[in-house]
């Protein structure tokens, strides 16, 4: 799932100071699990900005709402009519979702109200962290289920490396070590020999490197 | 026990503490209210368990919202008392209507622009 954390308030205001209407526009797939853009985080949100600029005098009308998804035409679609009543939208969706609601309503600048961090997985309630960098070649097959390119911070293919100290990484020692969650899991297993030999160097061009990706699915296209 | 308190709160009943979530004290704000403060079981007493420390990183979460749009925090607190408390109650509304009284009326009123529709 997609991970974003909210932006900081004065960002927020700052972006939309010039404005007199702005819609605070959630999103309830992904955000909405991290806590960063579903409706809740939409009222809090408006609430704070309607007290802000009500004690900075300024006019300011923000309108709250939250789509099922923003990653979908359709639902932005339910936008269409209610969207003309606002000088600029804040969306608390990913990157993905602020710039698909953007390509659908040109005429209306779409904000960003949260960064998006990564794809990962809620570990404890309030606790998230990153498993999957999408690199478009899924190497979990080899690597007992834990990926090195999203849990070694040096993306190696053939670790660990030298700076692998006590199952910690030397970026940060609240890091666990990739290849030592790695190794432990494959010892378990009874796969250590993966060790024995080496894999090939990664091709990047199924990640960012190719430029931006696309996926068709021929039996689906209409 | 007949004791006295200050006359300009009003007590919004809730079955637990943990049952408020940052959104109800906000709103209480943005309507108008000068401060809030959540009053719940003492710590370790909650019937459901940890509804009042929930409550607690909520009145905290809170007041980094009122902080990072330049509020006083102070206008929100946690307190905990039990329900036989009730001597403990007063002299807890009148230390705070004497905090938000020195910490004067929310900003949001004085310009005369009380949020009537804030539902």
């Known amino acids: 799932m997609i991970m974003a954390k909210a932006k900081p308030m004065d960002e927020i205001i700052n972006e939309i100071k010039g404005f007199r209407k702005v819609l605070i526009a959630g999103c309830n797939g992904c955000v909405t699990v991290c806590e960063a853009g579903g409706m809740k985080e939409v009222e809090l949100l408006a609430s704070a900005l309607r007290m802000f600029f009500m004690r900075e005098g300024q006019e300011m009308e923000i309108g709250e709402t939250s789509l099922t998804r923003q990653c979908d035409p359709e639902y932005n679609r339910e936008l269409q009519e209610s969207i003309r009543n606002y000088d600029a939208v804040v969306s608390l969706a990913c990157g993905a979702g602020v710039q698909f609601l953007a390509e659908m309503y040109d005429n209306v600048p779409i904000l960003p109200g949260v960064d998006t961090c990564f794809i990962g997985v809620t570990e404890e309630p309030g606790v998230w962290t990153e498993r999957c960098q999408a690199c478009g070649q899924c190497l979990l097959a080899s690597t007992g289920g834990i990926c090195p390119i999203a849990r070694c911070s040096k993306r190696m293919a053939n670790g660990p490396c030298g700076g692998s100290a006590n199952g910690k990484c030397e970026v940060n020692k609240e890091i666990a070590c990739g290849w030592q969650l790695i190794y432990d899991r494959l010892k378990q297993l009874g796969q250590l020999d993966r060790f024995e030999q080496p894999v090939d160097i990664k091709n990047w061009s199924t990640s960012r490197d190719g430029g931006p990706r696309k996926i068709i699915k021929e039996v689906s296209r209409q | ?119």
């Open chain 2, 1 to 119: 026990m007949r004791l006295s308190y200050p006359t300009n709160i009003r007590i919004i009943k809730v079955p637990c503490t943990g049952r408020v979530a940052p959104i109800h004290i906000m709103r209480a704000l943005e309507k108008g209210a000068d401060g809030v403060f959540v009053a719940g079981c003492l710590e370790g007493d909650c019937h459901y368990q940890t509804g009042n420390l929930r409550a607690k990183k909520r009145v905290a979460y809170v007041q980094e919202i009122l902080k990072s749009i330049g509020f006083e925090p102070e206008r929100v607190a946690m307190y905990n008392l039990s329900a036989g408390m009730g001597p403990r109650f007063a002299e807890i509304t009148m230390e705070m209507v004497e905090k938000i009284r020195l910490l004067g009326p929310n900003p949001i009123r004085l310009k005369g622009e009380r949020k009537e529709k804030a539902a």
